[in-house]
């Protein structure tokens, strides 16, 4: 594996950092906390996602970023043949093989990466990168910790999960195996039980056969009986149909009497009433005239009201326009409210223009104030780490621990305290300047208090202005409607005035009120006699209606006498019937109970078969369970065979570890010490010895302990690189010399370049200076307190004392 490219955008403190790899060493430099690591992380980002980084993903994002700012790793690499690009954002990720995308979802991305390194997250990272105290990383653990750290890192770990894995089957099938040999059940008993259910069923099918020969006998008894059923049951429903007849009939004869009873009482109150005409005619002579008299009057009473109405209205109208005159000349005219529209839109124009100006004025300052306010709380915050990182440094001396590389200060601590001294000042200074900026944008400025002051009068006036336009169009629709008004009431009275032409008609009241008086009291006597002519007038209909309902009473008395004679010539008894009925319903029923009986016994078959079946189903079971347990414990043997040579492999390899990671130690310590130190053992307890002419001793010095536990790192990451398939091309150092004095960092790091045929890719990072002249490139990190972002700059190295 070869990086070739690294994009960063706002992630932790790198606003926009990119970053070209090559071959050969690559040097990372920058002082404690310019952002080095972080590049590492973002690799780590880019290629397992969120699990690979320190914290949420919301805690990545740079702070001081914008809400919506864009948020992204970008890494290229090669693998083998083909070049890679990996892109994740928030929420999105993508990868391209060779410029064409292959996954484009967070989880398919990290799938596919895993599968193409063919590693896991740690396994990467134990293999290519070695981080800030990470070389020691054995020194502090007990032996088994050493050989389980070692077992895990190397991959042996999966020979276990695969043994878990392989007793939870065995577990499983174990417990299988016990439930089925559990349910077996006594073969005994399921012979006996089957020769129970044959037996029970051979008894239930005699029962069935008697059972058919009681039910044959009941139909035929049932049959016998058929024919004189039939015959009786034919004479009742004639019976049936003809005295339903009758009751028909003897309703009809009742009705045609009650009808000529009735048109015989009509007759002779139609003879009564013929008399009284002749006495009603007298008393209603002077009807007709007084009627003519009373309708004359009604129109000239019509006529006389109608006449008043239309004075009481003229008169109405006249005052109604004699006060319109002097309303409409008081309202304003069209003229009037196009004058004060135009004198409103004139100031509105005028507002708009201010109010525009005003707010611009007033965005640019709190704008300016929000900017400074957020810088001012930035440099506090900055301010306030300095102090703390330089008082805690201070307090423990330069035989103090360095907070990035974990070891002794020394010599640095001098240039480390002025270094961070002149952080401090130069943030005091800053932060000095944007705090009294900051209290100079509290007040409101002056030019925008005037703006505040001519938008306060040009509102009032605009107020003032609309006021009176909404007033003045009021009056212009009022003035509308009252002409409207005017005109209407001018046609109306032009109509008045012509109804009036003309003598007004002459109209007796006194005469019509009497008049009225002698008609209602003429009334019910009239209604009397106009009952008495309709009466009278209908009785020779009544004389002929009542000779027809003679006739038809006639008729219907003797169809009547028919029908009791067929009724008798029927001769149909009812106790006869009910004998008949009664043997009918005893031979039915009889029928009836042979065939619950043969239900009964065909039901108790069928149970004794399904018993039968059952008990044969359960022969059957047992027979299947029993060839089942035989394949389960052939499957728990096999099982139990796996976890042996799982046992005896795991075994074996952590057998073998340990002369293999000595043979790689050794080769690696040599070509680091120049061949000083050709060997390099492994005791019982993981323990490294360095042989020097021929004698094998502790590691005593801090140099030779990071040379040895730099090659048993380096030989750790070779062997896991191995197992993968790929080869160790690619290593990341992070902060590894931290003890190592000038001249032994130079020869590691000369050392490390003569290794280049076993990897290519060296990525050193250290915040130590004066090893540029080592680096085929350089790259340098800086952090810009101002803008709290990291900065990082390729530098040409220095190769001028190697040329020289």
């Not at 994009?7 to 932790?12: E, Q």
């Not at 490294?688 to 502790?698: F, M």
Request: glycine share 6%; proline share 3%; hydrophobic share 45%.
């Amino acid at each position: 594996m070869q990086l070739l490219r690294l994009k960063l955008v706002n992630f932790r403190q790198h606003e926009y950092t990119e970053l070209e790899f090559g071959l050969g060493l690559t040097g990372i430099v920058g002082p404690n906390g310019s952002g080095k690591t972080t590049v590492l992380e973002a690799i780590a980002y880019a290629l397992y996602g969120v699990p690979a980084a320190r914290g949420t993903r919301e805690t990545m994002r740079r702070r001081g970023a914008p809400t919506r700012a864009r948020f992204e790793v970008e890494l290229e690499f090669a693998l083998g043949p083909h070049q890679y690009r990996l892109v994740r954002t928030m929420t999105v990720a993508e990868l391209f093989q060779d410029g064409r995308s292959i996954a484009n979802s967070t989880n398919a991305v990290t799938e596919r990466v895993a599968g193409l390194l063919g590693m896991s997250r740690d396994e990467f990272f134990n293999t290519y990168f070695t981080g800030q105290k990470q070389l020691a990383v054995m020194a502090s653990m007990t032996p088994m910790e050493r050989q389980q750290f070692l077992s895990r890192v190397l991959g042996y770990e999966r020979l276990r999960q695969a043994q878990d894995r392989v007793r939870a089957v065995r577990s499983e099938l174990r417990a299988e195996l016990a439930g089925i040999e559990q349910g077996l059940a006594d073969p005994v008993q399921i012979e006996a039980d089957l020769a129970s259910a044959v037996a029970a069923l051979d008894a239930a099918r005699h029962a069935r056969e008697a059972a058919e020969s009681a039910e044959a006998a009941a139909i035929a008894e049932v049959a016998t009986q058929a024919p004189q059923w039939a015959t009786a049951q034919q004479r009742r429903t004639a019976w049936q149909g003809l005295d339903g007849e009758r009751r028909i009939v003897e309703g009809k004869v009742a009705r045609a009497r009650g009808a000529f009873q009735a048109i015989d009482r009509e007759l002779a109150t139609a003879a009564r009433a013929q008399s009284r005409i002749s006495e009603l005619a007298a008393a209603l002579v002077s009807w007709d005239g007084l009627a003519s008299e009373r309708d004359a009057l009604d129109r000239a009473a019509a006529a006389h009201a109608q006449h008043s109405r239309a004075v009481a209205r003229r008169d109405q109208v006249r005052k109604r326009l004699a006060d319109l005159e002097p309303q409409i000349s008081l309202l304003a005219t069209d003229e009037q409210v196009g004058a004060l529209a135009a004198g409103r839109a004139e100031v509105g124009v005028v507002f708009e223009e201010l109010e525009r100006r005003r707010a611009e004025r007033r965005t640019r300052w709190t704008q300016d104030d929000q900017e400074v306010r957020t810088k001012l709380a930035a440099f506090r915050e900055r301010y306030r780490e300095l102090e703390e990182q330089r008082a805690l440094i201070d307090e423990r001396g330069p035989e103090g621990i360095c907070p990035t590389c974990g070891r002794p200060l020394g010599k640095d601590f001098t240039a480390l305290l002025q270094l961070l001294g002149r952080q401090i000042d130069e943030v005091k200074v800053d932060g000095t300047y944007l705090r009294q900026r900051a209290d100079q944008l509290k007040a409101t400025p002056e030019d925008l208090r005037q703006l505040d002051a001519e938008r306060e009068e040009l509102e009032t006036e605009l107020r003032r202005r609309a006021e009176a336009l909404g007033q003045a169009q009021a009056q212009l629709r009022q003035r509308t409607a009252l002409e409207a008004e005017r005109s209407e009431l001018g046609e109306e009275i032009r109509a008045l005035e012509a109804q009036l032409t003309g003598p007004e008609a002459n109209y007796d009241a006194v005469r019509h009120e009497a008049v009225r008086t002698e008609l209602a009291q003429l009334e019910p006597l009239r209604l009397e006699r106009d009952q008495a002519v309709g009466l009278a007038a209908r009785a020779q209909a009544l004389a002929s209606e009542a000779e027809a309902a003679e006739v038809t009473a006639s008729k219907v008395e003797a169809e009547l006498a028919a029908l009791d004679g067929r009724l008798v010539a029927l001769d149909w008894n009812a106790e006869a019937f009910a004998a008949i009925e009664r043997q009918v319903r005893e031979g039915e029923a009889a029928l009836a109970a042979t065939r619950v009986e043969l239900a009964r016994s065909t039901a108790n078959v069928e149970g004794a078969e399904r018993l039968r079946g059952a008990a044969l189903a359960r022969r059957a079971d047992r027979v299947a369970k029993a060839e089942a347990a035989l394949r389960l414990g052939a499957q728990v043997n096999l099982h139990h065979e796996l976890d042996r040579a799982f046992g005896d492999l795991r075994t074996e390899l952590t057998l073998q570890m340990r002369p293999d990671l000595q043979e790689h130690a050794s080769t690696l310590l040599s070509d680091l010490t120049a061949g000083r130190y050709p060997d390099l053992e492994l005791d019982e307890h993981y323990v490294p010895l360095i042989v020097e002419d021929g004698e094998a001793k502790p590691v005593i010095s801090g140099g030779e302990e990071d040379i040895v536990n730099l090659a048993l790192r380096l030989a750790i990451s070779q062997m896991i690189a191995e197992r993968a398939g790929h080869p160790l091309s690619l290593l990341v150092l992070d902060e590894v010399f931290g003890s190592l004095d000038d001249e032994r960092r130079a020869g590691v790091l000369d050392l490390l370049r003569g290794l280049s045929d076993r990897f290519p890719q060296v990525i050193l990072i250290t915040h130590v200076e004066g090893m540029q002249d080592v680096f085929d490139r350089v790259i340098r990190m800086s952090y810009d307190v101002a803008r709290a972002v990291t900065t990082a700059i390729e530098e040409a190295p220095d190769h001028g004392d190697v040329a020289a």
